[in-house]
Structure formats: C-alpha cells, structure tokens
C-alpha cells in the first residue's frame, strides 16, 4: 500500500450500473447512482498514506464536468480509506483526504452528470464519470 492514491466514487445508495475502461496512463470509470434532491451525498473520497497509514499529503481532486442541477463541493477532511472488496490494515484508521460531495438543486428532479479526475498511481489518473438520478 505504499503511497497509496485512489479516488472512489460511492453513494449511500446502490449504484446502478458501473463501467471502467483503462489505457496506461487513464483509468475511467463510469457509476450510475441515485440521490436525494437538496441532501448533500458523499460521491469520491482520495488519499495518499505510506505503509503505516499515515497522511502523506492531500491529493489533486480536480473537477472536469461540474453537475448542471446542482452543486460538487471538494473538501479536506478525515476519512476511512476503505477499498471496495478490499482489506486493508488502514481501513479502520481516519486519515487526512480529500471528499467530493454532490447536492441536488433543491426541488429538482431528473438527471445530472458529473466528473472527477484524480491521480492514483504514479503518474496515472483516474477518471470517475457520475450519472445521477435525483429523486424527491
């Protein structure tokens, strides 16, 4: 787990569909999930920790598509860096990272889409492409 660095895009719902397709430098990854209108939604979360889970540094968390019925913030706070299907020693330890949260314009129901690229490797990027429907 050595200066780990990974984005995972992530929903207190279910997601609907996921797809990834990957070059060596791009990993692009597309979910589908459901939201609330106006309940702010936690939908990536990015750290960089050594072996010993310790915070090495807040990682670029750069925004590409900003949703167009609603708001993406990203800010810095602790989280569990917990990978999908994955153990991992640090999982139960907060650290220091990045999170993206996603509010719906209150009132508004339909479709919106975002998209977040950030490094995960080095000298690779990780792309998360997010259709959101958002429902009352």
């Not at 050595?2 to 990834?20: E, R």
């Not at 080095?122 to 792309?127: P, R, S």
Request: aromatic letters at 6%; charged letters at 25%; a neutral charge.
């Amino acid at each position: 787990m050595k200066n780990l660095i990974i984005i995972i895009i992530l929903s207190a719902t279910v997601p609907l569909s996921s797809c990834t397709t990957t070059s060596d430098v791009l990993r692009r990854q597309s979910l589908s999930i459901t939201v609330r209108s106006g309940v702010r939604t936690l939908v990536a979360k990015n750290w960089h920790i050594d072996d010993d889970c310790r915070h090495i540094d807040y990682p670029a968390m750069d925004i590409v598509e900003r949703p167009k019925h609603g708001r993406l913030e990203i800010v810095h706070e602790p989280l569990f860096p917990k990978l999908d299907g994955q153990a991992s020693k640090c999982e139960t330890i907060k650290v220091n990272g990045v999170v993206g949260y996603y509010t719906a314009n209150p009132g508004y129901t339909g479709s919106d889409q975002l998209v977040i690229r950030s490094p995960y490797e080095e000298g690779k990027i990780e792309e998360g492409a997010l259709s959101v429907k958002v429902v009352k």
